[in-house]
């Protein structure tokens, strides 16, 4: 479309009313609509001649202006004609110039002229492509002008076999069910589950299924046509209208804009299609996002199964393949919360039985202990650690290596299970030899390139096709480097600034005058610190996720699909980090340099290196584990998924200048396309899957610590299922439909976690639980071969007149007793040893069976991942 100077200078609405009024001749054979059928299309579902249907929409800033001869034109427009449809071949081209309309608005500048212009090139483009378009501004949302468009049956046609889309055809078969004793069995196991079950057609078992066929216009009687309108569902139709707005392009400049390019750049705010009609109100139709809403995104049917195939109808096969894939690993984690349970009953019940626990609870036995750091502290009583060694027996039993191995088995089941049910879906979704194709060039790419060819050809006068080189791409990977190891570094740094806040907490909790202060300093500090490193945990997550997303558009990733796995790789990187390096260093970290008395290793001249509690660090790694997990899937995974959609649509009704009391009133009359407009535009599935991927780290990486986190994760997937269902359904706005094969990248990330998890139980029974060292004691040292002693056998001994200069209690009869002698864990010689304060030989014997238990765990659970069943999946 070639625009003169002359035409630019005439104000959008001006034109378009033009046009209307150049199409009028044949605007007058359109019926009157009655009340009811005005009535029936004003809810925005259909055009205003109340029989074609809205399959897409696209909205657009309108210049608010003044002047009372444009608002002439349009009253005039609305009252002369029903609708602003706009036809192929309809009316003569615009004139350049046309004295009765006048000069445009004053307050119209170049830039939105500009876009209006790009718009009308649009628009005709999409009419030479076959759609129908109409137009509407005269709505109750203020300054927001909507384009409808509809694609009738021979663009459906052409588009859905341009796009390979596989149709059912008329040709049934039967699908042929078990017999004997196998029948017998699935009809009680369907009878025992029907409660189960959703109530939509979609979860009857049907014995015949259609043969599909991708669509061909051509063999269009081998499909069956008796119905054109239902034969393309909403979905599809939609999904068809959206490959025709990406294809399509404007030239305005010389360079080519599709739609993409256009929202970019603001020349249209929004595009979407409908949802399917309203999902609650006594007057609401039956449709898909209604049965959806009541069988699926209702927290009362909380107990039954997702409705997968009416997902995938309604939000497409990518869509439903997250709740497919959600679905199988909260019916996985059932097994692994029923024996997580049981190993947790089983450290409760024989906590009274566990000697070490006795032996350290016993007061007759009044062994004293050395300082836990120099000068303000004083000697004190082993029987004051009771409870903490009995609470650690909870988490560190015989059971725990069990559910270790249980977990490494569960996440290859959970695996293999998923790829059984991915490829079933495949086969039931027609998905058998889709292929994607390559992805149409992002907004940002596109116009990255148009301005490397403005310079060049400014420099040359050589028009050539550009593209994106490495060389343009290095200033931001450069950035991408240096801006992810800081962000790392600033994760290792609020962990010191927490280790410090424990150090020094706990230093001047042990001078306080209160008895009960000082008995309590262990607990009120790993407390506090859990609770601080959750908050940190908190604000990083959304700190790093807005850095991994302005990184990633520095890097100008070509297509769609390569800017979503970089985001990924990136969001996942910064999230694991700062989720899991504080329980890192809690697990393998802490407690191993600290020195012994008289020789403590300090971080500055006051503070000393962390050291575990005598019954080990796992219980602080519990602690740290529970409450990091259960405080990011209550507060992010739940409070901020319901506060923040309603908050930000708040905010919207807000700066549309609505009163809340007059909101419902105001919402009854509006229509679809306006009520949907204010809905949360989807961001995609990438925050639903990483939060989930977390989850899984938190139930495999550390379960050995944790054996009750799959039943919290069970308990939040529950919840989790019915929140995204319910915020898809009702305060999102309806999804581009996308087809898939599979989850992505998100598969080898979960296995990648499940190989990690495997390491990492193993270093922690082995270096953090005193698993190997009971084993190393009761087989090796113990004279009856049970544990009666093990207690005396790992603490040290130590001359308190071996104390440096300074370093010495200050309160050496805190006791009450003068001491000579005190303990303190750890696998040194004694102070009568011709080598004192030398790591002993019982050092290495148990550092040995440490080594050798990874290397037997690791290599025996590292089998069923790296070589699952194939049996499994076939």
């Known amino acids: 479309m070639d625009f003169s100077e002359n035409e630019s200078e005439h104000?959008?609405?001006?034109?378009?009313?033009?046009?209307?009024?150049?199409?009028?001749?044949?605007?007058?054979?359109?019926?009157?609509?009655?009340?009811?059928?005005?009535?029936?299309?004003?809810r925005g579902l259909y055009f205003q001649d109340g029989k074609r249907r809205v399959d897409y929409i696209l909205t657009y800033q309108i210049k608010k202006t003044s002047s009372s001869r444009s608002r002439r034109h349009t009253t005039r427009l609305t009252d002369n004609a029903f609708t602003r449809t706009l036809r192929r071949g309809r009316g003569p081209p615009l004139p350049k110039h046309?004295?009765?309309?006048?000069?445009?608005?004053?307050?119209?500048?170049?830039?939105?002229?500009?876009?209006?212009?790009?718009?009308?090139?649009?628009?005709?483009?999409?009419?030479?492509?076959?759609?129908?378009?109409?137009?509407?501004?005269?709505t109750k949302t203020s300054g927001v002008g909507f384009v409808k468009i509809h694609a009738p049956w021979n663009v459906l046609c052409r588009e859905a076999e341009f796009m390979k889309m596989k149709m059912p055809t008329k040709k049934v078969y039967e699908v042929k069910q078990s017999r004997g004793v196998m029948e017998k069995i699935n009809t009680f196991i369907c009878k025992l589950t029907d409660p189960l079950h959703p109530n939509v057609e979609e979860n009857r078992l049907h014995n015949v299924k259609h043969l599909s066929y991708p669509f061909s216009r051509e063999k269009q009687h081998l499909f069956d046509l008796s119905d054109r309108d239902s034969f393309f569902d909403s979905k599809t139709r939609s999904s068809l209208v959206f490959e025709v707005l990406k294809r399509t392009k404007c030239t305005k400049a010389k360079f080519s804009m599709g739609i993409t390019s256009l929202l970019g750049s603001g020349v249209y705010t929004a595009a979407y299609s409908l949802h399917d009609g309203d999902v609650d109100g006594g007057n609401a139709e039956p449709n898909d996002r209604k049965l959806l809403y009541e069988e699926w995104a209702s927290y009362s049917v909380f107990y039954k199964y997702q409705p997968i195939g009416l997902i995938r109808k309604y939000f497409g096969e990518k869509i439903g393949l997250y709740f497919a894939w959600l679905g199988i690993y909260t019916q996985m984690?059932?097994?692994?919360?029923?024996?997580?349970?049981?190993?947790?009953?089983?450290?409760?019940?024989?906590?009274?039985?566990?000697?070490?626990?006795?032996?350290?609870?016993?007061?007759?036995?009044?062994?004293?202990?050395?300082?836990?750091?120099?000068?303000?502290?004083?000697?004190?009583?082993?029987?004051?650690?009771?409870?903490?060694?009995?609470?650690?027996?909870?988490?560190?039993?015989?059971?725990?290596?069990?559910?270790?191995?249980?977990?490494?088995?569960w996440a290859a089941f959970f695996m293999e299970h998923w790829k059984r049910r991915q490829m079933r879906l495949n086969y039931e979704w027609d998905l058998t030899g889709f292929e994607e194709e390559e992805d149409h060039p992002r907004a940002e790419y596109e116009f990255r390139v148009m301005q490397k060819s403005l310079k060049k050809e400014h420099r040359s006068q050589k028009p050539e096709k550009e593209k994106l080189t490495c060389k343009d791409r290095f200033p931001a990977y450069m950035t991408n480097i240096i801006m992810m190891l800081l962000m790392i570094g600033v994760t290792?740094?609020?962990?010191?600034?927490?280790?410090?806040?424990?150090?020094?907490?706990?230093?001047?909790?042990?001078?306080?005058?209160?008895?009960?202060?000082?008995?309590?300093?262990?607990?009120?500090?790993?407390?506090?610190?859990?609770?601080?490193?959750?908050?940190?945990?908190?604000?990083?997550?959304?700190?790093?996720?807005?850095?991994?997303?302005?990184?990633?558009?520095?890097?100008?990733?070509?297509?769609?699909?390569?800017?979503?796995?970089?985001?990924?790789?990136?969001?996942?990187?910064?999230?694991?980090?700062?989720?899991?390096?504080?329980?890192?260093?809690?697990?393998?970290?802490?407690?191993?340099?600290?020195?012994?008395?008289?020789?403590?290793?300090?971080?500055?001249?006051?503070?000393?290196?962390?050291?575990?509690?005598?019954?080990?660090?796992?219980?602080?790694?519990?602690?740290?584990?529970?409450?990091?997990?259960?405080?990011?899937?209550?507060?992010?995974?739940?409070?901020?998924?319901?506060?923040?959609?309603?908050?930000?649509?708040?905010?919207?009704?807000?700066?549309?200048?609505?009163?809340?009391f007059q909101q419902e009133e105001y919402e009854k009359k509006l229509q679809r396309y306006e009520t949907d407009y204010f809905l949360e535009p989807f961001a995609g599935l990438s925050p639903e899957y990483m939060e989930m991927i977390i989850q899984f780290g938190f139930v495999t990486l550390f379960v050995a610590s944790f054996p009750l986190a799959p039943l919290f994760a069970l308990l939040n997937n529950i919840i989790e299922i019915r929140l995204d269902a319910k915020k898809f359904v009702a305060e999102l706005r309806r999804p581009d439909a996308a087809r898939a094969k599979d989850?992505?990248?998100?598969?080898?990330?979960?296995?990648?976690?499940?190989?990690?998890?495997?390491?990492?139980?193993?270093f922690v029974i082995s270096f953090t639980s005193d698993f190997i060292p009971r084993l190393v004691y009761q087989y090796m040292y113990s004279p009856d071969g049970s544990m009666h002693g093990f207690v005396n056998h790992t603490l040290s001994y130590f001359n308190v007149s071996h104390f440096q200069n300074g370093t010495a209690p200050l309160e050496p009869f805190y006791l009450g007793v003068l001491v000579d002698i005190c303990r303190y864990k750890d696998y040194r010689e004694p102070p009568w040893s011709p080598t004192p304060y030398e790591i002993s030989k019982q050092f290495w014997a148990v550092l040995a069976a440490r080594l050798a238990f990874v290397i037997v765990f690791q290599e025996r659970t590292y089998e069923w991942l790296v070589q699952p069943y194939p049996g499994l999946c076939t």
């Open 11 to 42: 104000s959008c609405k001006q034109k378009h009313f033009l046009r209307d009024v150049l199409f009028h001749g044949k605007f007058h054979l359109l019926k009157a609509l009655t009340p009811e059928e005005n009535t029936q299309c004003r």
């Open 98 to 138: 046309d004295p009765e309309v006048g000069s445009p608005a004053h307050n119209m500048d170049h830039h939105d002229d500009d876009k209006c212009l790009r718009r009308e090139e649009f628009e005709s483009n999409l009419l030479e492509m076959g759609l129908e378009l109409e137009r509407d501004e005269e």
């Open 743 to 762: 989850i992505g990248i998100w598969y080898n990330i979960l296995r990648g976690v499940a190989k990690v998890a495997v390491l990492v139980n193993a």
């Open 333 to 409: 984690l059932i097994p692994a919360s029923l024996v997580g349970v049981f190993v947790f009953l089983y450290g409760c019940v024989t906590v009274d039985d566990d000697i070490p626990s006795m032996e350290i609870c016993d007061p007759r036995r009044n062994i004293t202990m050395c300082p836990l750091c120099d000068r303000v502290c004083s000697y004190w009583n082993l029987s004051t650690a009771c409870g903490t060694a009995r609470a650690s027996h909870l988490f560190d039993n015989p059971a725990t290596v069990f559910f270790s191995i249980f977990m490494a088995l």
């Open 492 to 660: 290792f740094a609020i962990v010191f600034g927490v280790i410090l806040y424990r150090i020094s907490t706990k230093a001047a909790l042990a001078m306080s005058s209160n008895p009960m202060t000082r008995s309590n300093v262990r607990l009120t500090v790993k407390t506090t610190a859990a609770i601080i490193n959750l908050v940190v945990i908190l604000i990083l997550d959304e700190v790093y996720a807005a850095v991994a997303r302005w990184l990633t558009v520095l890097e100008v990733p070509k297509t769609d699909k390569s800017f979503e796995e970089r985001l990924i790789f990136k969001t996942f990187i910064l999230k694991f980090v700062n989720a899991f390096t504080p329980i890192i260093y809690i697990a393998f970290f802490r407690g191993r340099l600290g020195g012994r008395p008289g020789s403590y290793l300090y971080v500055f001249e006051s503070y000393r290196m962390e050291e575990c509690a005598h019954g080990g660090c796992l219980m602080e790694l519990c602690i740290q584990l529970s409450i990091t997990m259960l405080g990011k899937q209550l507060i992010q995974n739940n409070l901020f998924e319901i506060g923040i959609p309603k908050l930000k649509k708040l905010i919207r009704y807000i700066k549309s200048k609505r009163a809340s």
